[in-house]
């Protein structure tokens, strides 16, 4: 299936999109509100909610707006590149749960998304007057996946011991 194809059939099939749809496809997080689809050997994910997917929207904005300096980017209307956006989305819901529960350390994982938000607004007043701090702080400290030593580009021919006609 042609890129084109895949993002037509993407965009019919997933009428509200999920704004954490980076964290949940690595596992990063769980959503009692996600639905999982597949498209031509692709997962994507879908929100079963309006008002949950504002809400999703409203904090990831908020996070975005705040961890600017963090993430040292000055246009906020640019997509981010994929580092940066799951940066922003794991490391804003754990500064999130460390905001919530500061005597415990932030969670590698957060079990649900849907309910740390409610929790927050619950807590907050609303999600704007969330401690943006700790927030920010996790934003910062977090780092994904490191690139396998397979991976990347190729700088050139290998070097070292054994390698290209030594005496022998």
Do not use: W
């Not at 980076?22 to 009692?32: F, I």
């Not at 956006?85 to 490391?91: I, L």
């Not at 607004?121 to 030593?149: E, M, N, W």
């Not at 070097?159 to 005496?167: H, L, R």
Request: glycine share 10%; charged share 25%.
């Amino acid at each position: 299936m042609d890129q084109e194809m895949f993002r037509q059939a993407y965009q019919a099939i997933n009428e509200r999109f999920c704004p954490y749809e980076k964290t949940l496809l690595t596992r990063n997080g769980d959503c009692a509100r996600a639905e999982r689809f597949c498209i031509a050997e692709r997962e994507g994910v879908r929100c079963n909610a309006d008002e949950a997917q504002a809400r999703c929207d409203a904090f990831l904005a908020l996070a975005r707006r705040n961890a600017r300096f963090a993430l040292k980017i000055t246009d906020q209307r640019t997509a981010l590149p994929h580092a940066k956006a799951m940066r922003v989305q794991v490391g804003g819901l754990r500064g999130l749960q460390q905001a919530l529960t500061p005597e415990r350390p932030p969670p590698l994982r957060i079990h649900d998304i849907d309910r740390l938000l409610n929790e927050a607004i619950a807590r907050f007043g609303d999600l704007a007057s969330a401690p943006f701090q700790p927030i920010i702080q996790q934003i910062a400290a977090f780092q994904g996946r490191k690139r396998s030593a397979g991976r990347g580009p190729k700088t050139g021919p290998p070097t070292g011991p054994g390698v290209g006609g030594g005496s022998g």
